[in-house]
């Protein structure tokens, strides 16, 4: 089976600084480091590195050849991939002393991702297969309805999360991935709960208390977050969503495809960068935690 990402492409621009800026504070970094990232190639590369086959949908500028060669040796197959007059995308991220981090995005072409790319991309793809989005990309209905109706499994990790992008491709959704405090707002606008949702699978993710899962015939199950001493919280999420999504792709009965990514996110957090750093199935698999 393939997974296929209709996903971002970043230069994720990493500041380390004592605290988070505060509104007009001016504040010198300790420290900056370039890595590839965007949560569509955060995910793509975790998926890869987990086992799956993955075909990456997406875009990026004349100066984005480093990102699709890069994703290329983290083994993605890149071949959806357009070269577009916008600016490849990129995030200037603050990571703080306790790994937190606050983003501001450039989209750029992310947002030049063009039907003709995505229909060409899907007509390759089979029933049985993943589509997986984010909300940093265009064409996310259409993608959306192409696949469903072709009989692929939809998957949406819900980040950055915008109540109405969720709602545009709900009809379609097999998957749906996002935190507590979004599944409350989501519960707004729709009225449901996660369980009440028309999506077979729903994980809320709850950081450092771990995830919740939803499935229409069951009562949620919680599954608990290693405990570790982090360094740098961006990307673990997209290590996660892409970690789940391999052990479905691969078969895997849910609760073990979370407990995988939840040691793969778990490594992840001790790391600092984004998709250069997910680890792989080794690593997750022989991780200790304490
Ligand atoms: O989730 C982390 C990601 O968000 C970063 O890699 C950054 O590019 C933004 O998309």
Not at 6 to 14: E, Q, R, T
Request: proline content about 5%; charged content about 20%.
């Amino acid at each position: 089976m393939t997974i296929w990402n209709l996903g971002s492409i970043n230069a994720d621009m990493v500041y380390s600084v004592p605290h988070l800026p505060r509104p007009g504070e001016t504040l010198a970094a300790q420290g900056l480091d370039r890595f590839l990232g965007g949560k569509g190639a955060n995910m793509s590369v975790a998926a890869a590195r987990a086992g799956s086959r993955v075909s990456h949908i997406g875009a990026v500028g004349p100066d984005g050849r480093w990102a699709q060669e890069r994703l290329t040796e983290y083994g993605v197959d890149t071949r959806n991939i357009a070269q577009v007059d916008s600016p490849t995308g990129h995030a200037i991220i603050a990571v703080d002393d306790h790994g937190e981090n606050s983003i501001i995005l450039f989209q750029g072409a992310n947002h030049a991702i063009s039907e003709d790319l995505l229909a060409g991309a899907l007509s390759s793809a089979h029933p049985g297969d993943l589509l997986v989005m984010q909300n940093e990309t265009n064409a996310q209905i259409i993608a959306g309805k192409m696949a469903h109706e072709m009989g692929l499994t939809v998957c949406y990790a819900a980040a950055p999360f915008q109540s109405d992008a969720v709602l545009a491709v709900l009809p379609y959704l097999d998957f749906l991935i996002l935190n507590e405090v979004e599944a409350e707002q989501l519960k707004q606008s729709t009225g449901n709960s996660p369980s009440e949702l028309p999506v077979e699978h729903v994980i809320v993710t709850l950081g450092a208390m771990g995830a919740r899962y939803f499935h229409h015939d069951s009562e949620p199950v919680d599954f608990e977050a290693h405990s570790v001493e982090p360094v740098d919280t961006t990307g673990a999420g997209d290590t996660f969503t892409g970690y789940v999504l391999s052990g479905m792709d691969r078969g895997m009965p849910m609760a073990q495809a979370i407990v995988l990514a939840n040691r793969a996110a778990a490594l992840m957090v001790t790391r600092h960068g984004t998709a250069d750093v997910i680890p792989d199935l080794k690593e997750v698999r022989e991780a200790r935690f304490g």
